[in-house]
């Protein structure tokens, strides 16, 4: 197993008689005692919780609880950095689902420092305080807990992410998947997040893994005592269909509150602001413009994160890593190696820091309307890569949603022609759509091969030609 290392203190805890004492002892080689507590088993949950002093990353060491002449002893204990990796099936996918997946199991055997943890679906209609069941313990990543079946366990996203991690880092790397396909974010949340967005007083519209709270209560509750580093998650297709327009709020108020939740669980020691990776939603053959919009309320109305309302938080942008080929329909793109490498980048530059990491493609940051050429002028914060010039990428809102062609990409400004407006453009829009690009063919990059990702954004006229642009909520 992995524990989280320094500068926090890992947290274990367990079971015993209500009253006894229970001594953790950690050993390193030798048998040399690196740490020891002491603490009182609490009535009536017959717990204990202990926080052992920080630890450098590293191992193997032992890990032992004594209470009175019983014993129990974990072994090849090391220290690292731990992920929980929740969400619904494109989060389940396993190993054995991606592309490439023989070359990939494969090499599993290269990475016996990234260690994997998978809880088994389950639903609870009260918090509970331990997991129903454990699908994969603590184990060493090999072929066949990689690839145990389809939607299963492991995570692909989650083992990518932790392979990139430790390729960067260099030390242990911990994953624990809790996921469960289909299931809408409400599950997952707390009673105490779906009342901040108006929704616990409601009568639940759906049943099984899809009623309010009932994962939270058993697959995420029963965790929170664990030290995170940070949490990866993929969900959202649900929710493209059910409760949509609140997903600006369940989504950021299932952050707040699992971050306000896994810092007291663990007795402070896991972060307040608690890094938040998560993945927008891919490309979909779908009716409709449901997956343009929940991808925008992702953002929490606002494009690009980390933002007020998302503050510590990293996106991988995905709307061009479509699968029309997919055994497992366009809903679950087999590449997820690319959504991992997205989602380690963003790892890199907001949880660790690093800050010469680029993990954000290209983003507006105004425009100019030239009248008298009925053209628009709209700056980028990055150099762009005009990538496909045959992709109706652009749409303008002037009396109704009309394609704006693209004139020229140059540097960092994109011309677009507005000659099928005939009033006033008060909208701007991009790559809002279902299936806004073929596979890594959509039209706008930066020179690192990072897609601009979507947006909807207000255009309000400031003194002349000149108009600010600001992320439309509600939308």
């Known amino acids: 197993m992995v524990l989280q290392k320094e500068p926090p203190g890992a947290v274990v805890w367990g079971y015993g008689e209500p ?35 920080p630890v450098a990353q590293g191992g193997p060491y032992a890990l032992r609880a004594r209470q009175g002449s019983a014993v129990a002893t974990l072994r090849d204990v090391y220290f690292g950095d731990v992920w929980l990796c929740s969400g619904q099936s494109n989060m389940a996918m396993t190993v054995l689902q991606v592309a490439n997946a023989s ?19 389950a639903r609870s209609d009260t918090e509970l305080g ?33 392979r990139y991690l430790y390729e960067a880092l260099r030390y242990p790397v911990g994953l624990v998947e809790a996921a469960w396909g289909g299931t809408p974010v409400e599950a997952w949340s707390s009673r105490r997040a779906l009342r901040a967005c108006g929704l616990a007083a409601e009568a639940p519209s759906t049943s099984g893994p899809q009623t309010p709270s009932v994962l939270w209560n058993a697959m995420i509750h029963p965790l929170l005592n664990m030290t995170l580093r940070g949490v990866a998650w993929y969900q959202g297709e649900a929710n493209a269909f059910l409760h ?32 938040f990776g998560f993945v927008q939603l891919s490309a979909y053959r779908g009716p409709g413009a449901a ?25 991988a942008v995905a709307l061009d890593l479509g699968d029309e ?40 940051t105004g ?27 652009f749409e303008v809102c002037c009396g109704g949603w009309r394609p704006a ?35 890594q063919a959509c039209a706008l990059y930066n020179t690192r091969g990072l897609p601009a990702p979507p947006f909807r954004l207000d255009a309000r006229k400031n003194g002349g030609r000149e108009l600010l642009l600001f992320p439309a909520a509600g939308i």
């Open 291 to 315: 997956f343009a919009r929940l991808r925008w309320h992702q953002t929490a109305d606002r494009g690009v994160v980390p933002n007020a309302r998302l503050p510590r938080a990293f996106m």
């Open 130 to 162: 331990d997991l129903k069941r454990v699908d994969l313990p603590w184990s060493v990543p090999t072929a066949e807990n990689l690839g145990h079946g389809n939607f299963t366990y492991f995570s692909a996203v989650c083992w990518l992410l932790g």
């Open 244 to 275: 949509a327009d609140l997903y600006n709020c369940t989504f950021p108020a299932l952050v707040a509150d699992w971050r306000r939740a896994f810092h007291a669980g663990s007795l402070g020691q896991t972060e307040p602001l608690l890094p």
């Open 325 to 364: 080929r997919s055994p497992y329909g366009s809903i679950h793109p087999r590449d997820k190696q690319n959504v991992a490498h997205r989602l380690h980048l963003g790892a890199r530059a907001v949880a660790y820091g690093e800050k010469n990491v680029v993990f954000q493609g290209p983003f507006p």
């Open 405 to 439: 062609p693209v004139v020229t990409v140059r540097s960092r400004t994109v011309t677009l022609a507005l000659a099928s407006c005939r009033t006033l453009v008060v909208a701007l829009r991009y790559a809002w759509a279902e299936w806004p690009c073929d596979y």
């Open 367 to 393: 425009a100019i309307l030239d009248v008298t050429g009925a053209l628009l002028n709209v700056t980028y914060n990055q150099e762009l890569v005009w990538r496909r010039r045959d992709v109706p990428a």
């Open 103 to 121: 070359r990939e199991l494969a090499a599993a055997a290269r990475y016996p420092y990234v260690r994997v943890f998978a809880a088994a679906p």
């Open 19 to 53: 009253g006894a004492a229970v001594t953790v002892t950690l050993t390193g080689d030798g048998g040399l005692v690196v740490t020891e507590k002491t603490a009182r088993v609490k009535g009536p949950s017959a717990t204990w919780t202990i926080v052992l002093d």
